[in-house]
Each structure stands twice: as C-alpha cells, then as structure tokens.
Nanobody
Framework: QVQLVESGGGLVQAGGSLRLSCAASGSIFSINAMGWHRQAPGKQRELVAVITSGGSTNYADSVKGRFTISRISRDNAKNTVSLQMNSLKPEDTAVYYC??????????WGQGTQVTVSS
C-alpha cells in the first residue's frame, strides 16, 4: 500500500509560479516512478511530468521548459517529489493529481489539488 498526500496549488496570475509537492508513504521502496497528471474540465486526464526511481524525467511537450519535477527527499518513511511550475498559462488550469507507479500493482493516485491560472 502507498499513500499519497499532495500540497500546494491555488490561484495565480498568468506568468506566475506555483510549486506542488507530493509525499508518498507506506511501501515506498516498491515505487518505480512518481509523477503528476492533470485534468481540466471536459478534458481527459493527461500526463504532465514523471520521475523514475533512477532519476530520469519526462515531460509533456506543453510544459517542457516551464515545469520541473524533482525528488525532494527519500528516507525510510517518505518519498517526496515536487513540481515547480513557472511561466504559468491559463491553459494550465486543471486539477493536478500525483501518482505513484508500483511494480506488480499498478498506479496509486492522490486526491488532486486545484491549480487556477487567471489571465
């Protein structure tokens, strides 16, 4: 079992920045990758960024150069990753979900956090 707790998000003007954090607890050593997806109203959930246990990263084309995913810490109790979002655009408005990919199980999801970018 893996539990995910997200923090950050909120309302920001276009061009501004926000930072999201996701803390994973439980069977963290079974996690192969963690990342962020987002879902805007009326749209499908889409990948934003992912970081593997080896530190490799991947980003959606729409956020490359603006967003950065990184591992903040990893100890025996928690594995925390962050998503630094710069130069935000109104089209980045969505609910952002943290997820953790676990071998042999699948994907755990956080509860989601709202990001709203005003023009």
């Amino acid at each position: 079992q893996v539990q995910l707790v997200e923090s950050g998000g909120g309302l920001v003007q276009a061009g501004g920045s926000l930072r999201l954090s996701c803390a994973a607890s439980g069977s963290i050593f079974s996690i192969n990758a963690m990342g962020w997806h987002r879902q805007a109203p009326g749209k499908q959930r889409e990948l934003v960024a992912v970081i593997t246990s080896g530190g490799s990263t991947n980003y959606a084309d729409s956020v490359k150069g603006r967003f950065t995913i990184s591992r903040i810490s990893r100890d025996n109790a928690k594995n925390t990753v962050s998503l630094q979002m710069n130069s935000l655009k109104p089209e980045d408005t969505a609910v952002y979900y943290c997820n953790a990919l676990v071998t042999g199980y699948g994907t755990y999801w956080g509860q989601g956090t709202q990001v709203t970018v005003s023009s």
